[in-house]
C-alpha cells in the first residue's frame, strides 16, 4: 500500500506533503513500493528523498564517520556510539533519519532482536549530535530539519555542505533554538574550522587521506 505523495520537485526524487498525518508517515515507511532513502515528518510536514546516494554525499558522509572514529580513540575514557542514517521515531509527532548519529556517554540504545529496526524515543533517549550531509538539501536541513532537530532537543546540529565544502555547527540554547557555534560542545574542545578545513582536502584528496590530516592536527 502506498499513500498518494504529491508532485516530485523538478529534477529530484524528493516528496513532500505539507498536510500529512502520523499515519501518512507510517504508510509511506512501511511502504514496499516505495523505497526511500531518507525521511521526515514533523507538524504535518512529510519529506521522502526517493533518490539513490551520490558519491559525494556518500564520500562526505564517510569522512565524518572516520573522525568520529578518531576522536573516539584520542578520547577512550568517554563512550561514544554512531548510528548515522538510523530512522528514529518519536510516535505520532516527529520521524527522521539523519545522516550523523552520535551518542556519547551511557544509556545509549540497543537494538534487541524481535523490536523495531529505529530508534524509538519514548524508550530511548535522544542522541547527543545529529548532522546532515546536504549534497542536494542545504536549504532543508537548514531549515525545516533544523526545527525538527531542535525541538526534539538534540544538542548539537551539524550541517555539511557538499557543494561548498563548509560545515554549519549549532548549539542548543536554553531559549529551545539552535545557535551557531565555533566550538563543538559534543565533541569538547574541536574547532569547527578544522572540521571545514578537513573538508576542503576532500576537493583534491581522498576523504581517507583527509581524515588522516585531521588525526595528525589533533596529535600535534
Known amino acids: 500500500m502506498t499513500i498518494a505523495l504529491e508532485k516530485p520537485i523538478a529534477l529530484t526524487k524528493v516528496f513532500q506533503k505539507a498536510d500529512a498525518t502520523w499515519n501518512d508517515y507510517i504508510m509511506l515507511r512501511e ?6 532513502r531518507k525521511i521526515a515528518f514533523y507538524k ?8 539513490t546516494e551520490g558519491p559525494g554525499h556518500s564520500g562526505f558522509s564517510d ?26 521515531d518519536l510516535p505520532e509527532t516527529h520521524a527522521c533519519a539523519p545522516d550523523l548519529v552520535l551518542y556519547k556517554g551511557e544509556d545509549i540504545p540497543k537494538w534487541k532482536s524481535g523490536e523495531p529496526r529505529r530508534i524509538d524515543l519514548k524508550r530511548h533517549r535522544v542522541p ?8 542536494t538539501s542545504l536549504s532543508l536541513d537548514l531549515d525545516e530539519q533544523k526545527r525538527l532537530y531542535a525541538s526534539l532537543g538534540i ?10 565544502a563548509r560545515l554549519f555547527a549549532f548549539g542548543l540554547m536554553e531559549s529551545g533554538q539552535y545557535e551557531p557555534i565555533a566550538i563543538s560542545q559534543i565533541l569538547e574542545g574541536l ?5 571545514e578545513r578537513t573538508l576542503e582536502r576532500l576537493s583534491e584528496e581522498t576523504n581517507t587521506a583527509a581524515a588522516n590530516w585531521f588525526m595528525k592536527q589533533l596529535m600535534v
Open 31 to 36: 511502504s514496499e513500493a516505495d523505497d526511500w
Open 44 to 51: 504535518g510536514h512529510l519529506w521522502a528523498d526517493m533518490g
Open 128 to 135: 547527543d549530535l545529529v548532522g546532515e550531509i546536504a549534497d
Open 155 to 164: 544538542s548539537e546540529y551539524w550541517v555539511i555542505d557538499v557543494k561548498g
Open 63 to 88: 569522512l565524518m564517520t572516520i573522525i568520529f572514529g578518531f576522536w573516539a580513540y584520542l578520547h577512550s575514557d568517554i563512550v561514544f556510539q554512531s548510528y548515522g542514517r538510523c530512522l528514529i
Open 191 to 195: 574547532p569547527i574550522d578544522l572540521l
